[in-house]
Structures are given as structure tokens and as C-alpha cells.
């Protein structure tokens, strides 16, 4: 188990260099001329849909398949994830409104996109970045993420897993080709990697 995740987190430690690269070096600089901010971002969400679905997974093995076991299952992800990312979020923006948005533009006339996990949608729509808040864009498509993948897994793709991530793979490679402007921040151009994480978990 030890070994399992220092191994994890050297992947996310790679990652997370390829996001700061991206963001260090100007436009015309030789590294910008790869993908490397996309790429760490891509790890991440794989890492993402390989950790929660293998926890899903697991439970799904050992629970009936009755509703009382399904409601308990998704009862206890969505406490999990909430417990882990809603505390620091929400007082961020908390400290954001208070303060003005000091450290991102327009952040008080866009706070129902942040308080709801929409500023991916927000930028997109706008075609622009929000300052400093920029970044939050994939937190958004995690949670999104979080929130569907569970109820279609557990209510509807249950017996046909393996179904269901192919399905998310090819839909996230397939649907950015049917998008104009930055579909990239879309939630489902990014469910392909969710789906191939969730491949390595199944």
C-alpha cells in the first residue's frame, strides 16, 4: 500500500510540473510548444476517475443490489468528497466575496458560478479567463464529474461496467470534434480520461 501511493503521488508531482511550465514560460517559448499544461491536467482527471471509481467499484462488489445498499453507497461518496473539498472551496470564496475578488475579476458577478461548479461552462460561455480563479475550471469538471458518474454507475451501468467506461472514453474523444471555441474545458471533452482511469481501476 505504501509503495502503491508514493507511486500516485510522483504522478501527480509530474503533473502538477507540467501545469506550472505551461504557466511559467510565455506563449513563444521552446516547451510551450507542447501541450504540457493539458497534459498534466489530463493525468489528473485519469488519476481522478481511476481513485473514485475504484472505490465505487469495491463497494459495488460487496453491497446488494437493492436500493437501501445503492442509496448507501452513493450516501457515503458524496459525504466523502464533500468532507474533502467543500470546506476549503467554500470558504475561498467566502474570503473572495468579502474581500471583492482581489485576486480574480468579476468575481462577485459570477459567484453563482463558483458557488455551483460551473466556471468551466462560465469561461467557455465568456471565452475568457478569470484572473487568478482560472484554474478552477477543472475543479468544476471534476465535480460534475463526481456527481453523475456515481448515479449512472450505480442506477444504470451496474452490471455493465467495463459498457459504461467505453462508452465515457469515446464519448470524451468524440464530442470536442462537435464543439466550437475552447471545448477542451468542457465536461464531456474530459470524461475520456475520467473513463480510461476508471479502465485501470475495473
Known sequence: ???YIIGLNGIRAIAVFFVIISHRFPENHILQSFPLGKYGVDVFFVLSGFLISRGLFFQLNSEENDF???SKILKN??????LRIFPIYY?????????????????????LWYVFYGTNYLNYIQN????SLAHLWS???EEQYYILFPLLLVFVFRKKILLFLV??????TVYPFFVDGNSGILTLSCINAFGIGGLFAY
Not at 461518496?77 to 464533500?82: D, G, K, T, Y
Not at 470558504?91 to 459567484?111: M, V
Open 1 to 3: 500500500m505504501k509503495n
Open 68 to 70: 437501501l445498499s445503492k
Open 77 to 82: 461518496f458524496f459525504i466523502n468528497r464533500s
Open 91 to 111: 470558504l475561498l470564496l467566502l474570503f473572495l466575496f468579502l474581500t471583492k475578488g482581489i485576486i480574480g475579476n468579476n468575481f462577485r458577478e459570477n459567484i
Open 128 to 131: 475568457k479567463w478569470f484572473g
Open 139 to 141: 475543479l468544476s469538471v
Open 167 to 172: 462508452l465515457l472514453i469515446v464519448i470524451g
